[in-house]
């Protein structure tokens, strides 16, 4: 019993760090994106860059923060 919950213990931290470095990979995809994204549509300003980021991160934050109805309705 107790190797059964050694190894159930040592899931569960296979399991974190998968879940950690995930997390990681889709912050760097997700700052990858956004700056993307304001470069296109700043146009090469830089003032409207910075005003395309965070219009992109308000509306992250919006969505993460929405049920799945207002997701729904914002999408």
């Given at each position: 019993m107790k190797e059964a919950a050694c190894w159930t213990?040592?899931?569960?931290?296979?399991?974190?760090?998968?879940d950690l470095q995930w997390?990681?990979?889709?912050?760097?995809?997700w700052n990858g994106f956004r700056g993307r994204v304001a470069?296109?549509?700043g146009r090469g300003d830089a003032v409207r860059e910075s005003r395309e980021l965070?219009?992109?991160?308000?509306s992250a934050s919006e969505?993460?923060?929405a049920g799945q109805d207002e997701v729904e309705r914002l999408v």
């Open positions: 213990s040592w899931q569960r931290r296979q399991r974190r760090r998968a997390s990681r990979q889709r912050a760097d995809l470069e296109w549509f965070e219009r992109l991160d308000r969505l993460s923060t």
